[in-house]
């Protein structure tokens, strides 16, 4: 609007020298149409308007399924008869291994891997992390070392870092879960108890 105003006063200054310059008869009758239409011209120009352009952008949301994790089955070392310091691993397949003065005295299936439940919405990527070490307490501690999660995939999901996952169709899958204890020789005689947390997020 500004420019338009600018040259609208331009036009009319130069019709008063136009005029001025005509009484003063300084000025042929071809000269004066040419001034006229150059000011014409000016003033076509001036109400010429810019177009306004526009864009876009999409507008997204998804709705999920809130992230479910339960527990399905516990995680046990056994019973033992403890001679001298020592550790049992116990990995994701339920098979368990030993060292030191640590003998087992479990009886048939008590042995097992932890198994982990996680639903969700299938294909959306899941970060999967295992809490900070948990001690097994009863008469005293044992110390609950490494514990490894298997992922859909096979790969092993450490409490060190996090691992990805994705459920498939249907929207819910288990993992299983070993882990290692160490044992002190002046552990006392006794039951041991604790957790492991597992934590689960959308990407």
């Known amino acids: 609007m500004r420019g338009k105003l600018i040259v609208l006063n331009y036009i009319n200054n130069g019709l008063q020298r136009i005029v001025a310059m005509t009484k003063s008869k300084n000025l042929t009758n071809k000269k004066i149409l040419m001034l006229g239409t150059a000011l014409v ?3 076509t120009l001036g109400s010429t308007e ?3 352009t526009t864009g876009a952008i999409s507008a997204l949301a998804t709705i999920v399924d809130a992230i479910t994790v339960s527990s399905v089955q516990a995680l046990n070392f056994g019973r033992f008869v403890v001679t001298a ?3 049992i691993t116990v990995d994701t397949a339920g098979a368990d291994s030993r060292t030191g003065g640590l003998t087992d005295a ?3 299936g008590v042995i097992q891997e932890g198994i982990f439940k996680i639903g969700g919405t ?3 990527p899941i970060d999967v992390t295992i809490s900070a070490t948990n001690n097994l307490t009863g008469p005293g501690t ?7 999660l298997n992922t859909i995939a ?3 999901a450490s409490r060190v870092g996090t691992q990805a996952i994705s459920l498939p169709v249907g929207g819910t899958a288990t993992f299983p879960m070993g882990g290692t204890i160490t044992v002190d020789a002046a552990d006392p005689v006794g039951e041991y108890t604790g957790s492991v947390i597992l ?3 959308y990407q």
Do not use: F, M, R
């Open 41 to 43: 011209s000016l003033n």
């Open 50 to 52: 810019l177009k306004a």
């Open 85 to 87: 310091s020592g550790t």
């Open 106 to 108: 479990s009886g048939a």
């Open 122 to 124: 299938a294909s959306v």
């Open 142 to 148: 044992i110390l609950l070392g490494s514990i490894d």
């Open 154 to 156: 096979g790969v092993q």
């Open 199 to 201: 934590n689960a997020v």
